[in-house]
Nanobody
């Protein structure tokens, strides 16, 4: 089992910044170099959407077009933690943000955190 705990959400004004953290733990995570970590977001009644991902071992990163140039994903191997730095936030970035981990490349088959709310006021 892998446990993922997000933190860092909150209320921020448009144009502001937040940094989300995702702390990973669990016996299975000892092979963390094989995992791909991701951030997703979801609004009430809507489908969850991809935000960004990073390969734990190589650090390759991917972003949704809607966040390119504003969000940055990174990982701290020593702390087993993945971050999502969010700059130039917009009201349309208001979602619950979820951290996920997968060994297969398919996040639907992987592990998920409980989510953290991000609210951007105009």
């Amino acid at each position: 089992q892998v446990q993922l705990v997000e933190s860092g959400g909150g209320l921020v004004q448009a144009g502001g910044s937040l940094r989300l953290s995702c702390a990973a733990s669990g016996r299975t995570f000892s092979t963390f170099s094989r995992y791909t970590m991701g951030w997703f977001r979801q609004a009430p009644g809507k489908e969850r959407e991809f935000v960004s991902s990073i390969t734990w071992g190589g650090g390759s990163t991917y972003y949704a077009d809607s966040v390119k140039g504003r969000f940055t994903i990174s990982r701290d191997i020593a702390k087993n933690t993945v971050y999502l730095q969010m700059n130039s936030l917009k009201p349309e970035d208001t979602f619950v943000y979820y951290c996920a981990a997968t060994l297969t490349g398919q996040f639907r088959d992987g592990y998920w955190g409980q989510g953290t709310q991000v609210t951007v006021s105009s």
